[in-house]
């Protein structure tokens, strides 16, 4: 099988194979034409279907920066929760690539990963053959997939995928991948480099032209978030969605401006993601080498959330209520406008992850509404949140508590950060930052005097 292996790997050193030819002097003929559309002419301005009913939508029109909702579906992230629980034993500490392309430990990349063998079952190949299909390239241009683990505060500081990152004069020096593997990075701690003060060396080997980083659990607003810092781009995990950018500009030079970082997941939460990285070459000896190999078994959790995945997402179930936690919002007075019946004021008194938001309403009825319905309800009594805690992340800055000061008609909610910045703010985004109050100390104690 060595020989095998050996024997494909010269056979295909380059990987190139001449289907991507172009008459373009400026332009790397390993880049496909839909990859040039996508990344390089005109700037991202539209969603784009990428098929399956999915869209490209851009996050940054140039560089072109892409969220694919639903990349994975239901049935893949079971599977996936499936494999990396039977795995769970074979989690590594991540590392990066160095100048010569060896793979070393880095203090700038915290996390642990796990390969999974490429193209081994029906369902990776899939997700491989979807990835690929959106930039059109084969689906042997795709990596083994990577899977990732943050928690603990870990962390992947600023990088780029293409391979080390070195920042002139007083900066620090780099690499990396979507969230994962690639080079060493500069502190994300430290100020951000200018772009001209940037540059990205290639390593040995294959040319990571574009990265999927798909999101496998949702995490709350400003944690474990992905950014871009000199596009002024930060992604929040969303389960099952795919962070999509390419790290070359049309030449096949590195685009410096894709370098970015994974911030910090504080301890009491777990981020786990998925990097899929599409490259110039065929990587069909990893499949060859993963038939060598007994295929993992994906044995499914013996009960429904019991895989980690699957335990993630029953804990984070509410994340998708726009950041704040649910419970912060149960007591909130609103009031809804019921056609020529008039105005009816009520109360959040529950929050189920299926139904939303339950409103007690003073006349008696009872309705189930959602997030977004209930951030657009005036507030019967707005100045019941000053006093409020809050906590609210700011796009390569990191997150801060504070709380709600004041409130005015014409300025909305005043708000004081814990270091010492201040900003008025909307009901609808107070909501979205809301903390849950503290219990009452002492709560209870008049009612058990009382069964006494």
């Not at 994975?72 to 992230?77: Q, T």
């Not at 603990?152 to 780099?174: C, I, K, N, T, W």
Request: net charge neutral; aromatic share 6%.
């Amino acid at each position: 099988m060595a020989r095998e292996l050996k024997g494909l790997g010269d056979a295909l050193v380059d990987g190139r194979r001449g289907i991507y030819s172009s008459r373009d002097p400026q332009r790397d003929p390993r880049i496909p034409e839909r990859l040039v559309r996508l990344f390089h002419r005109p700037p991202a301005t539209a969603p784009q279907p990428c098929g399956g009913g999915r869209k490209l939508e851009p996050l940054c029109a140039d560089p072109p920066v892409y969220l694919v909702r639903n990349f994975l579906s239901a049935r893949e992230l079971e599977h996936l929760d499936a494999l990396i629980t039977s795995r769970r034993a074979a989690f590594k500490q991540s590392v990066t690539d160095d100048a010569g392309g060896k793979k070393i430990s880095s203090a700038e990349r915290t996390s642990f990963s796990l390969h999974l063998p490429k193209a081994a079952d029906t369902t990776l190949r899939a997700i491989e053959s979807r990835a690929a299909d959106i930039v059109g390239l084969p689906s042997d241009h795709v990596e083994p997939l990577q899977v990732v683990n943050y928690t603990d505060g870990q962390r992947f500081d600023l990088h780029h995928d293409l391979g080390p990152m070195h920042v002139e004069a007083d900066g620090g020096d780099g690499g990396g991948d979507g969230d994962g593997d690639g080079g060493d990075g500069a502190a994300a701690s430290s100020a951000v480099p200018a772009l001209e003060r940037i540059s990205v060396e290639r390593t040995p080997g294959p040319k990571r032209l574009v990265t999927l980083f798909v999101y496998l659990n949702t995490l709350p607003d400003g944690l474990g978030h992905t950014e871009f810092p000199l596009i002024d781009v930060s992604v929040r995990p969303q389960c099952g969605a795919a962070l999509v950018f390419c790290n070359v500009n049309e030449s096949g030079a590195p685009d410096a401006r894709t370098c970015h970082c994974a911030r910090p997941v504080p301890p009491g939460h777990t981020k786990f993601g998925c990097n899929i990285w599409i490259t110039d070459v065929t990587q069909q000896a990893h499949a060859v080498s993963a038939m060598a190999m007994k295929a993992p078994k994906a044995t499914k959790p013996s009960r429904s959330g019991s895989g980690l995945l699957g335990a993630l997402l029953q804990r984070e179930s509410g994340l998708a209520t726009g950041g704040a936690p649910p419970a912060a919002l149960v007591g909130l007075r609103v009031r809804k406008r019921f056609g020529t019946l008039g105005t009816f004021k009520g109360t959040v008194a529950a929050h189920h992850p299926t139904s939303g938001y339950r409103i007690h309403f003073d006349d008696g009825d009872v309705e189930d509404i959602g997030a977004d319905e209930l951030f657009r309800l005036p507030l019967a009594d707005p100045a019941a949140l000053v006093g409020r805690a809050v906590s609210k992340h700011f796009v390569g800055h990191g997150r801060f508590g504070g709380v709600v000061e004041s409130h005015t008609h014409t300025e909305g909610f005043g708000v004081l950060y814990d270091d010492g910045d201040r900003e008025h703010l909307d009901a609808a985004d107070l909501l979205r930052i809301l903390l849950v109050p503290p219990k009452p100390k002492g709560g209870g104690g008049a009612a058990k005097r009382k069964r006494e």
